[in-house]
């Protein structure tokens, strides 16, 4: 393993949650360096998590460990994973969807199904709510030190059998490029797409300068319409104008120059928000 572990949640830093997480998995082994994505994840919004999981992964080495705990069902039936990434990295998470970005993106090689009953902090038997401190810390700590095998987690579990949340994929049709909302830059408003660069490009034939008509949707029902220019970067337009550009996980983003587009507009984003651009 690499010997790092990275972990996310919607917790917040309120409390003692996260330290109680960091408490044990150096009580695994001081030899792993613990970081964090963030513990700022929208409560219990999965697909947030899965998105942040897969805007991030791809920068840390193969062998880190991701804990990522956004798990409503905590304590119920729903499964406890271990899963290893076609790209070398692991993720324990709950069995909920919250891998459903990285599965897209990246590949998932093999999943395993953590044997609770086994694999779990010693004297948190008679804890259902702690998921994140008693099973995700703990085994991912044990696995970042090289204390517990991959296989030594619990069973197999097929790669195509894990939950995973509906996506709007990208498509163009008649004219009209289409897509999902996947997440807000959460300190500045802009919306980020899951329209990649190189459909952006190479397929709709988009070039610096145009201008589109751009339409957002939530639930099917016209939310905004504008129409916006495409642009390198923020400072090509004046303050208070938006503009299409591509954000930092290369996709195609739309903002306010020194605004708050989602506020702004009453947008915002996730499953249930599209966007439909076409050329003006």
């Known amino acids: 393993m690499g010997k790092y572990l990275v972990l996310q949640t919607d917790f917040g830093r309120q409390d003692g949650a996260v330290s109680a997480m960091y408490g044990v998995a150096y009580g695994v082994s001081d030899e792993i360096t613990v970081a964090d994505l963030t513990h700022g994840i929208t409560p219990f919004n999965i697909f947030e998590g899965s998105f942040r999981l897969a805007q991030t992964v791809k920068y840390w080495p193969k062998g880190t460990v991701f804990v990522s705990v956004?798990?409503?069902?905590?304590?119920?039936?729903?499964?406890?994973l271990l899963a290893k990434l076609k790209t070398g990295q692991y993720v324990v998470?709950?069995?909920?969807?919250?891998?459903?970005?990285l599965?897209?993106?990246?590949?998932?090689?093999?999943?395993?199904?953590i044997d609770e009953t086994v694999n779990r902090l010693p004297g948190s038997e008679k804890s259902a709510t702690f998921h994140g401190r008693d099973i995700y810390a703990y085994n991912g700590a044990r696995l970042a030190a090289g204390l517990m095998t991959f296989e030594a987690v619990g069973r197999e579990l097929n790669p195509a059998d894990i939950v995973t949340l509906p996506t709007h994929?990208?498509?163009?049709?008649?004219g009209k490029l289409t897509g999902n909302i996947d997440i807000t830059d959460v300190n500045f408003g802009s919306l980020w797409s899951n329209i990649p660069e190189h459909i952006w490009t190479e397929e709709f034939k988009a070039q610096l300068g145009d201008w589109f008509e751009v339409r957002i949707y939530h639930?099917?029902?016209?939310?905004?319409?504008?129409?916006?220019?495409y642009v390198k970067t923020f400072s090509d337009v004046h303050p208070g104008e938006s503009l299409i550009y591509i954000d930092?996980?290369?996709t195609v983003g739309f903002a306010i120059r020194i605004g708050n587009f989602a506020t702004a507009n009453h947008v915002t984003a996730g499953p249930d928000w599209s966007v439909e651009i076409k050329r003006v």
Do not use: C, F, M, W
Request: charged letters at 20%.
């Open 70 to 80: 956004i798990d409503p069902g905590v304590g119920s039936k729903r499964l406890s």
């Open 103 to 113: 599965a897209l993106e990246y590949g998932i090689e093999a999943v395993r199904v």
């Open 169 to 174: 994929l990208p498509e163009i049709i008649d």
């Open 248 to 250: 930092s996980v290369y």
């Open 219 to 229: 639930q099917a029902e016209l939310q905004y319409s504008n129409k916006i220019q």
């Open 93 to 101: 998470t709950p069995d909920n969807g919250t891998l459903t970005h």
